[in-house]
């Protein structure tokens, strides 16, 4: 399944999981073409994202495990080894702005999860 965005930027949907295969309010991992994505079912506030699941910090592929939060209002997810805290949304490092990871849009379709590459 392809969607091009405004940027015309081709996506490709890639099936990752089920909706029950993520807790709610936290995070699990898929492997797609190759790559480690993190998913977070951010059920508090009815939203779902996809990150990197390599920590940049110390390449560890944590992000999937950490725990997830708000700041100022911003949806983050802090590294579970070494709290470097990364935007959901533009997956840039808050706590530390040499960092950064990257992000994948989410669809949620008839209970499975999809995430764009």
């Not at 969607?3 to 295969?21: G, M």
């Not at 994202?49 to 495990?65: F, L």
């Not at 990871?101 to 999860?113: D, Q, R, Y």
Request: hydrophobic share 35%.
């Amino acid at each position: 399944m392809e969607l091009i965005n405004n940027t015309k930027d081709r996506i490709t949907w890639h099936k990752a999981c089920a909706v029950e295969d993520i807790p709610e309010d936290g995070g699990g991992c898929a492997l797609i073409e190759g790559k480690q994505i993190a998913i977070f079912n951010f059920a508090r506030r009815g939203e779902w994202y996809a990150t990197d699941n390599e920590c940049p910090h110390r390449q560890q592929m944590a992000v999937s495990r950490g725990m997830i939060g708000s700041h100022d209002g911003e949806p983050k997810v802090a590294c579970p080894f070494h709290k470097k805290t990364f935007s959901l949304q533009s997956g840039q490092c808050l706590n530390d702005e040499t960092y950064r990871i990257n992000t994948f849009p989410v669809m949620v379709k008839e209970n499975l999860v999809y995430i764009g590459l």
